[in-house]
Every structure is written in C-alpha cells, then in structure tokens.
C-alpha cells in the first residue's frame, strides 16, 4: 500500500458538527450510514475541588470497517471518550449513536481491549480466557465457544498456546490473547485504549503489523486510542485530531494511503510534522463546568 495524501479538515471549535468524509476510497459512489455517531459530546469528571471538562462537544461518524482513530497529547479525554463509547461514561451534553440507537450502558456490541497485560484472569487458560465472556454472556454454549476461542487463537497465531495460562506468556502474547477475547465476542465495534504503549519498540512495532494483517482478514470496526502520531498515521485510515485538554475535535485526517512501509518517508515525515502542529497550535481555553 503506497504512500498517499493526507486531507486535513479544520473543524469549528464549538459547537463541532460531524465533519464530512472526504476522499475515501472505500466510500466512492455511495453514501452509507455510520455505524457509530459521537455527537456533540461533553464529558466531565468531579475531583475533590471542582468539576472537570474532559471532552468539549467533539463530534464524529464512524463507519463500518473503519480503523478510526483518537489521536492527542496526554489529557485531552481521548481515552474518557472511548469509555464512553463502551457505555461506562455518560455524556452531559450531546449523545453516542451505534445502529442508530443510543449507547446508555456496557454491551457486548462495544469490547474493550486496555492497555495493561493483566486483564487476563491468570487462573484461566488462553482458551478458557477467550471462552469466558461467551459462557458469561451466554452468546454461546461451552461447545460453541470452544470453538470459537480456538478459531481467533489460530488468528492471532496463538492456538499452539491455548492450555497455557497468561503468566506463561510474554507481553505481547497476552494482548494477542485479549484481542482474540475481544474479536471472539464479534462486536460491532472494537474499542482499543492504547494498547501497545506498555510494550519495548520491536514488540510494539509487530504488533501494529499483526493488527494491520487481521484486520485484512476479518475487516472489524476499530475505534483505537494512542498519544503517538507515528501509530495513528500507521493503524488509522481516519484520524481525530483533539486539542490539549479539554478535548475538542481540531482536525479529521484520511490517513488510509500511509503502512508500516510508509515509515521514514518524506510524505510520512511531512504529515507527521504537519499533525503535531495543528495539535499544540494555540487556541482559547474553555472554562470548566461551575
């Protein structure tokens, strides 16, 4: 996959409409539906002292097969958005849409995939780890779910390790064991909060590429959270630029012409440079909620 233009999108800083898709190769000749709507949405969290504004009306579509994501500095909400995706979080202002029909609670139809290496239950086997949300949520019968684990184990090349348990496995093991958790569920949207940071470089630069490769083979909708230009340009093929804290939509940018081979290039360099600066340029603060 060769290397492409990137098109930034100003968007407005407040209120932030749904910004429109643009050059998508994908979406040429036909309009569809979004799978998931965030409209307008705030969000807030209380502290000891005050109020805080984590989100400020950010607004956008994501649609089905998407690798969408959340890009921005430390602080800036990305991932309090992404909770509230998944239902753990409800907006004070604005709603999230998915199928059309408003997220208020946690569903199967939203996994998570977090960060740390431990969200495996260590007294589990990778495969009785994969079968548990299907036995818990009763998707499926202990058979069936076998079944199932064992086939996004082979996805993610781990079926050779599926009566280990997590302490057994390396890092990056244990997220390929939680990713194929997460994708044995089939949600509607799979929901990434960083999940590589914790990793050394090497690791962290495979499994960017393991990523890539399933999602070629089983073309999922991806809403992913990172603080790293160089990951969103790679895993993204849309963008979200947020502005430092409170978050608001600064930018949309179709990043589907840039791979793991688009690294060091000067296009890839270029938009890289390009991102940081609409990023941290200056804007007016918006006061936290009273």
Known sequence: ?????????????????????????????????????????????????????????????????????????????????LKAVAGFIPPVEGEIRLDGQ??????????????????????????????FPLLASRTLGKKEAAERALHYLDKVGLSKFADVHPHQLSGGMKQRVAIARALAMQPRVLLMDEPFAALD????????????????????????VTHSIEEALVVGNRIALLSP???????????????????GGPEFQGTAKRI?????????EVAAAP
């Not at 609670?105 to 990778?126: A, H, N, S, Y």
């Not at 090497?202 to 499994?207: D, I, P, Y």
């Open 201 to 224: 470089a090497l690791t962290r630069r495979k499994m960017q590429q393991e990523l890539l490769e399933l999602w070629d083979e089983v073309r999922f909708t991806l809403l992913f």
């Open 102 to 131: 408003r997220v208020t609670q946690p569903g199967p139809d939203r996994i998570v995939v977090f960060q740390e290496f431990d969200q495996l239950p260590p007294w589990k086997t990778v495969k009785q780890n994969v079968m």
């Open 276 to 284: 940081h600066d609409m990023l941290f340029e200056e804007e007016p």
């Open 1 to 81: 996959m060769g290397a492409g233009r990137a098109v930034a999108k100003q968007a407005p800083l407040a209120p932030t409409p749904a910004l429109p898709r643009e050059g998508r190769e994908e979406d040429q000749g036909q309009e569809l539906a979004p799978l998931l709507q965030v409209d307008s949405v705030s969000l807030e969290y209380r502290t000891p002292e005050r109020v805080v504004r984590a989100t400020h009306r950010v607004s956008f579509d994501v649609h089905a097969a998407d690798r969408f994501v959340l890009l921005g500095p430390s602080g800036c909400g990305k991932s309090t958005l």
């Open 245 to 263: 804290h409170p978050g608001r939509m600064r930018a949309e940018i179709n990043s589907h012409g840039f791979s793991l081979e688009s690294l």
